[in-house]
């Protein structure tokens, strides 16, 4: 009650200020003048009484003052007056001030860039309900060496037996992606749109209702109605956003089904998550109940597929936790499940044991710690930054020390001096907030563009109120850590001292300060640089790979028959054929083959060789990855694969003929070390052996890194695709010269053999290597940047620090150089100087860097944390970029006429 | 007289403030004069100090200020405690009669 009197009454005051202090004034007076009529009757004259009550009682002036500045208004006051003043002093002093805004708005800039990349990416809640307690469950093999975080997939059987056993979770959801090609009844062209199979709980799991009608139930997944529920997306792009969608019909694969609801835009699920061969478009459109898989026979009892066998195992779960129980307490039941089912079912199980991440980590996945070490980088970006302004803002200080003496000589508190220089400081540093927002737009737009592909939710960034709060804190924070070493230090200073003896005496005494905080910035940059450096190394050591073939003149499609499941083999096999002899028939076409998989780039599990003839069974210690791959056509000579020994297959090798094989080098030195390979007969592992046939090697080809450019090749085996009958989905096409293969050729050519195949990727192999290599180049392009910036920012602070050096040694210079110093006798005065601040830097940075670029061991490729070319390279950087920020001022302080600068003391 | 009067103790200028108007009314220069006889010249108050309490005491609804003629024929504001104000003045009055002793119990204790 009496506080809110109080805040009125105030208010009230303030706004009636001027009639209030009228009044105040006439009470003053009154009381100054009665107090000196008192001094009069003991018979002063009126003058001596008025002056012995000033100095009793205080002046009317600075009475006032004092009662003045007890209220609010007058903190308000001060402040404005702190703020005009800075802006005043700002614009006096332009160079500084624009130098000023554009050194912290890139660091903010920087910044802010890369939180609202974090924020997108790492920070922001996923957008389900309660989305801390959703985790993802999956079957890892004790067996295998670094099995995959993200794709361990589950049997549905082991799914069931998990979510009658577990007591941590509330409930588990279970779904598979798969690719569907989609048209609406309008009959547009069909489209490749990627579609999931989920559980009836999957959508309550979620927490995320549909925006327009309905998820279906459990009755209707057991009938196998053919449902779907539709992305944001699709629904905006097949049907406009109308209502009208719910109930209409969708043929995807040829079969009709019914849409009966529509997700909001927000809902994404699953993300994409480190898989290469799903691009940004792949993202899951639609939502079909689990039973519905055309390619499922339904059997008898209705359940799924529930056969053990990992070939089979499709099936990704989701669970939500109960309110009270951790991740790591969910961890150790499943694990227990996982033994108990190891004991129940030894066959299948033996090995198996389960996995449980939080869903966002697992989304997150990989890209953690490159988020993490830019964030990091842009840090000390900024420390840098700041570093630089302070001392700009102390050698500003120096010029400005007079100006302050004269404000504590008339009565201004050490407080007030630093409030004012605290204000100026925090004025710039908004400025620079607001230009560093403007920045940090197109650096946003650029980390977007250059971000492999394969970052769950990037494309979600944008500059949002977190992001515009955060850049404002950092400014503010940014404030404190410039202006308060300026500060601290001018406020200190003894106003008599500064104003009888001039600047030159302070002067000096803030160069230490100086140059400690320019030794800070090399310091910082070097570790910037060095990291740099080891990445742009790394980087270029993975382009230098050979990949084993010929990624030139290469076109590479993915071709998927609109009905695969359904196609009998027969007719797939017949229109790879018929697309093959077609390709050759268009000129400047070299080669043209199909393959299974050009790549393998997800995390491979060991295998061997069921069996390999006169060989004893491989102890599953020496087991590595291994693969097989079918292709058809010509496919060796369209990669550009050399073939070292016998032959590639040919068109006898068909269904009826004994089974053949061509195997790569270091299969070939796997089984047969010194030997050659030819005629000897293998074998297929576990899932492959449904036939029992020996496997002739015909063919030995040379390396390829299908595992990913910076894996050592793995073990191949080629099989030919008219015997073995599987899809050999993607096409190579080599031309001979010139420009590869225009992608519409080949699309009307793929079409006109078949007009509802659905083509996707159709890309060159080089464009397939860049995206290979995209996350390198990224981490090369930004940490390259940011350390340039840094290297630019430790030459300005050098430059700045001598630059003052000079101006403020002009006298000294003079006199040296009327004593007779040479020219090269002053510039090696101020080199030493440069040398002693940047060279302590440059010892603790070393140091520094050492150790930082232990912590990026993980993340190199080709070269140690201590190559000797990064560090070298990044030192001389910087002891050059020193030296050209001394010369500049040296070669002024050479040009001193000494008669000139003599004059001045 | 002293030369250098005695700081008051901190938060005390407010009792003897109201102390002194419960009195009678008063303007401001009769409420120094008066704080200093009472004090017999221990307590002197400069000007600012003086206003910046009654000032506070006014908004705190203590105190009320009304403009008069004094007995020289010269306008000054007169301030006369308020219901609230006598109230405060026997609280705090009983409040630093126990402090007072709880010090001096201290002060003594060996």
Redesign the interface.
């Known amino acids: 009650m009496s506080l809110l009197r109080n805040i009125a009454s105030r208010l009230r005051s303030l706004l009636e200020k001027k009639r209030a202090a009228g009044e105040l004034d006439e009470e003053l007076y009154g009381f100054l003048e009665m107090a000196a009529e008192e001094k009069t009757k003991q018979g002063m004259t009126p003058k001596e009484a008025l002056r012995a009550v000033r100095l009793e009682r205080g002046t009317l002036e600075a009475t006032k003052e004092i009662i003045h500045s007890a209220g609010w208004a007058f903190l308000l006051e001060t402040c404005w007056q702190d703020f005009c003043y800075g802006l005043r002093a700002l614009r006096k002093s332009p160079g500084f001030a624009v130098l000023g805004v554009l050194i912290l708005a890139l660091g903010i800039g920087a910044n802010t860039a890369v939180f609202s990349v974090v924020h997108a990416v790492l920070l922001r809640p996923l957008p389900y309900n309660d989305p801390d307690r959703l985790a993802m469950l999956w079957v890892s093999d004790t067996r295998s060496v670094g099995w995959a975080v993200s794709d361990g997939s589950t049997s549905y059987q082991d799914y069931l037996e998990w979510r009658r056993q577990v007591h941590s979770f509330q409930d588990l959801a279970v779904f598979y992606k798969r690719g569907w090609s989609v048209v609406t009844l309008t009959g547009e062209e069909p489209k490749k749109v990627q579609g999931a199979f989920v559980s009836s709980n999957f959508f309550p799991l979620m927490g995320v209702p549909p925006l327009l009608g309905r998820a279906f139930t459990e009755e209707e997944l057991r009938r196998r109605e053919r449902l779907i529920v539709l992305s944001y997306g699709v629904w905006q792009s097949r049907f406009g956003g109308s209502p009208e969608a719910l109930g209409q019909k969708l043929y995807i694969d040829g079969k009709p089904w019914q849409v009966v609801g529509v997700m909001p835009p927000e809902f994404r699920f699953p993300f994409l998550a480190g898989n290469w061969e799903d691009h940004i478009e792949d993202e899951v459109q639609l939502w079909a109940p689990l039973t519905t898989n055309p390619s499922d026979e339904p059997s008898a009892s209705g359940s799924l597929n529930v056969t053990r066998s990992p070939g089979k195992a499709r099936f990704q779960v989701v669970g939500r936790l109960k309110p009270t129980v951790s991740i790591g307490t969910a961890q150790n039941e499943m694990d227990t499940i996982a033994r108990r089912l190891a004991g129940e079912y030894p066959d299948s199980n033996k090995t198996l044991g389960v996995r449980v991440r939080r869903l966002d980590e697992y989304i997150a996945g990989e890209m953690r710690r490159p988020l993490l070490l830019l964030s990091l980088c842009v840090l000390l970006l900024l420390l840098i930054a700041c570093t630089n302004l302070a001392t700009l803002s102390l050698a500003r200080g120096v010029a400005r020390a007079r100006e302050l003496a004269v404000r504590a000589a008339i009565g201004a508190t050490r407080m007030r001096v630093v409030r004012q220089l605290l204000t100026e400081s925090a004025l710039l540093a908004i400025l620079a907030g607001g230009t560093g927002l403007l920045l940090a737009g197109p650096t946003v737009r650029m980390i977007v563009a250059l971000s492999p592909v394969n970052i769950p939710r990037l494309d979600e960034t944008r500059m949002d109120a977190a992001v515009l709060a955060f850049s404002f804190l950092l400014a503010l924070l940014c404030s404190l850590a410039f202006g308060l070493v300026p500060a601290r230090r001018f406020s200190a200073c003894d106003p008599h001292e500064l104003l009888k003896t001039g600047q030159q005496s302070t002067a000096t005494n803030t160069l230490p300060m100086q140059g400690l905080l320019v030794g800070a910035q090399f310091a910082l940059s070097l570790v910037l640089l060095v990291s740099a450096g080891l990445l742009i190394r790394s980087f270029v050591k993975v382009l230098e790979i050979d990949p084993g073939f010929r990624p030139d003149h290469i076109l590479t499609v993915r071709m998927l028959v609109s009905d695969p499941d359904a196609a009998p083999r027969g007719r797939i096999a017949d229109y790879y054929q018929r697309v093959l002899e077609r390709l050759r028939q268009i000129p400047g076409v070299q080669a043209a083959g199909t393959v299974s998989n050009i790549f393998f780039l997800e995390e491979n599990r060991n295998h061997a060789l069921r069996q390999v003839e006169g060989h004893p069974a491989e102890p599953e210690a020496n087991w590595t990855p291994l693969v097989w791959a079918q292709i058809g056509g010509d496919y060796f000579r369209a990669m550009g694969i050399p073939l070292l020994k016998g032959r590639y297959f040919h068109s006898l090798d068909g269904p009826g003929s004994p089974p053949v094989a061509i195997v790569n080098q270091t299969l070939a030195k796997r089984y047969w070390p010194g030997e050659d390979p030819i005629g000897k007969r293998l074998k297929g592992f576990d899932p492959r052996g449904q036939n029992d046939d020996w496997v002739t090697v015909v063919g030995l080809v040379a390396d390829m890194r299908s595992h990913g450019l910076e894996r050592a090749p793995m073990a191949e085996i080629y099989e030919a695709q008219a015997q073995s009958g599987e899809a050999t989905p993607n096409l190579v096409v080599r031309t001979s010269s010139g420009p590869v293969l225009p992608a519409e050729t080949i699309r009307a050519t793929l079409r006109s053999l078949d007009k509802g195949v659905i083509l996707s990727g159709i890309e060159t192999m080089q464009d397939v290597l860049h995206e290979q290599t995209a996350p390198r180049r990224f981490q090369a392009w930004l940490m390259g940047l940011f350390s340039s910036l840094a290297l630019l920012l430790a030459a300005a602070g050098v430059y700045g620090v001598i630059h003052y050096f000079v101006a403020q040694r002009i006298p000294e210079i003079g006199i040296r150089m009327a004593f007779g110093a040479s020219r090269t006798d002053i510039v090696v005065l101020l080199l030493r100087r440069a040398v002693r601040f940047a060279g302590t830097g440059l010892a603790v940075g070393l140091a520094l860097a050492y150790w930082s670029a232990s912590l990026l061991k993980k993340m190199l490729f080709g070269i140690t944390d201590t190559d000797p070319l990064s560090f070298v390279g990044a030192l001389s950087l910087l002891v050059l970029a020193a030296l050209a920020a001394t010369y500049f001022p040296a070669r002024r302080a050479t040009r001193v006429d000494p008669m000139v600068a003599l004059r001045y003391e | 007289m002293p030369n250098k009067p005695s700081d008051l103790v901190q938060g005390t200028l407010d009792m003897l403030l109201l102390k002194t108007l419960a009195l009678e009314p008063m303007?401001?220069?009769g409420i120094?004069?008066r704080i200093e006889q009472m004090s017999r010249g221990v307590f002197?108050?400069?000007?600012?100090?003086?206003?910046?309490a009654i000032?506070r005491l006014e908004?705190?609804?203590l105190i009320k200020g009304e403009w008069k003629e004094?007995e020289?024929s010269?306008?000054?504001?007169y301030y006369a405690l308020t219901e609230q104000g006598q109230k405060r003045l026997s609280s705090e009055t009983r409040e630093w009669g126990k402090q007072v002793a709880a010090i001096a119990r201290i002060l003594e204790a060996s």
């Open positions: 303007h401001g220069y120094s004069v002197r108050l400069n000007a600012g100090s003086l206003f910046l000032q908004r705190a609804g004094t020289n010269r306008r000054a504001k």
